[in-house]
């Protein structure tokens, strides 16, 4: 058991909450109340040392207003299986969700490189410079959605798992499903790239490095926000590939870029929906200090030393510091349509 694990068990304790054993495929951990064993959540064994038990302790409150935590109190009996608010009529989903947003034209800026370098252009099949290999093999890493990775299915089980525990409408759940098909698609066509490149690496399990993917999600909020901020980010990555030096990575960016984007605008929806109650609005007002560092930390260091390299062989059109903010600029703009003021973008921040 790893120290991160314990810090994550002995935090949780505190409120009444235990870790259940690890998913399928590791990584990733149920949150279960220790009095009548119902899942209220789910948290990542990849989140930075101590950071586990500022969260909780900076929650607090919210476990002892039972907006966190388990609705039977640590009392009682459990809960029913079938969350409050299921009720109604399902009718067709506005799926996909990137199609309003691409109705007037383009939503994302377009990233434009600045400075002058080569012209390359690579397909499948070619010899490929060996640090040209080695930066597209470390941006698939990051990328992490292959078919071959189980670390990501594992993943796509987490939001399995929330969907049936904690959605509010069967619309929401509805539409955590199209996602999840479409995640799966981006699986399959990452996968195809990967083994294209590298046969051995197409078929290599990498967990999520970054924190951001293993913060814990113990309410609908987290989840809209997990959506909004972090798939989001990988619109604006595929909207990059889109001038991208290697061909194949190119061919799928407008796709990738196209869905990633309808999933940011489902966390919105979903946002949107939570805070036209008052309640539901102050929950959201205060995980926003916990995911929109995460969201700005996704991007890097700005003083990257393989930026440059990144550039100059035409895998990437910026830096770090430049996609963060023209990211920053876009996300600042959609939390005022909600009514919220954005935090200092230095305030919990890990990577500057």
């Known amino acids: 058991?790893?120290?991160?694990?314990?810090?994550?068990?002995?935090?949780?304790?505190?409120?009444?909450?235990?870790?259940?054993?690890?998913?399928?495929y590791g990584t990733y951990y149920r949150l279960?109340?220790?009095?009548?064993?119902?899942?209220?959540?789910?948290?990542?064994?990849?989140?930075?040392?101590?950071?586990?038990?500022?969260?909780?302790?900076?929650?607090?409150?919210?476990?002892?207003?039972?907006?966190?935590?388990?609705?039977?109190?640590h009392s009682g009996p459990a809960p029913s299986a079938e969350p409050a608010g299921v009720a109604g009529k399902t009718g067709p989903t506005p799926w996909p969700l990137w199609r309003q947003a691409y109705a007037q034209g383009d939503p994302l800026p377009r990233l434009q490189c600045e400075v002058s370098r080569p012209r390359y252009e690579f397909d499948e099949g070619d010899v490929l410079p060996e640090e040209y290999k080695g930066l597209l093999l470390k941006m698939l890493r990051h990328e992490g959605?292959?078919?071959?990775?189980?670390?990501?299915?594992?993943?796509?089980?987490?939001?399995?798992?929330l969907a049936e525990a904690i959605f509010p409408t069967r619309e929401a759940r509805l539409l955590k499903a199209e996602?999840?098909?479409?995640?799966?698609?981006?699986?399959?066509?990452?996968?195809?790239?990967?083994?294209?490149?590298?046969?051995?690496?197409?078929?290599?399990?990498?967990?999520y490095a970054h924190y951001a993917f293993h913060l814990p999600r113990e309410t609908w909020a987290d989840d809209?926000?997990?959506?909004?901020?972090?798939?989001?980010?990988?619109a604006f990555h595929a909207r990059d590939w889109r001038e991208s030096s290697y061909v194949p990575l190119a061919m799928m960016s407008a796709t990738v870029e196209r869905d990633e984007l309808g999933h940011s605008e489902m966390g919105l929806r979903f946002l949107t929906e939570i805070c036209a109650e008052p309640r539901g609005k102050a929950l959201v007002r205060r995980l926003l200090d916990k995911w929109?560092?995460?969201?700005?930390?996704m991007?890097?260091?700005?003083?990257?030393?393989?930026?440059?390299?990144?550039?100059?062989?035409?895998l990437k059109s910026v830096g770090n510091a430049e996609i963060r903010r023209t990211y920053k600029a876009y996300v600042d703009r959609k939390l005022g349509t909600l009514g919220l003021e954005p935090p200092d973008e230095r305030k919990n921040r890990r990577f500057l």
Not at 39 to 53: E, I, T, W
Not at 292 to 297: K, M, R
Request: charged residues 20%; hydrophobic residues 45%; negative net charge.
């Open 1 to 24: 058991m790893s120290d991160i694990v314990e810090e994550i068990r002995a935090a949780y304790a505190r409120v009444g909450v235990r870790l259940d054993q690890p998913a399928t």
């Open 32 to 73: 279960l109340c220790a009095a009548c064993g119902r899942m209220v959540g789910n948290v990542g064994d990849r989140l930075l040392p101590g950071m586990a038990a500022a969260l909780v302790e900076s929650q607090a409150d919210l476990y002892a207003s039972g907006q966190l935590g388990c609705a039977c109190r």
């Open 145 to 161: 959605e292959r078919a071959g990775n189980k670390s990501f299915l594992g993943f796509m089980a987490t939001c399995l798992d």
């Open 179 to 207: 996602y999840l098909a479409e995640e799966l698609k981006h699986a399959i066509m990452f996968h195809r790239l990967a083994v294209g490149l590298d046969p051995d690496f197409a078929l290599l399990d990498v967990p």
């Open 224 to 234: 809209a926000f997990f959506h909004f901020f972090v798939d989001l980010n990988g």
């Open 292 to 297: 929109y560092p995460a969201a700005l930390d």
């Open 299 to 314: 991007f890097g260091r700005s003083d990257s030393p393989n930026a440059p390299k990144f550039i100059h062989w035409g």
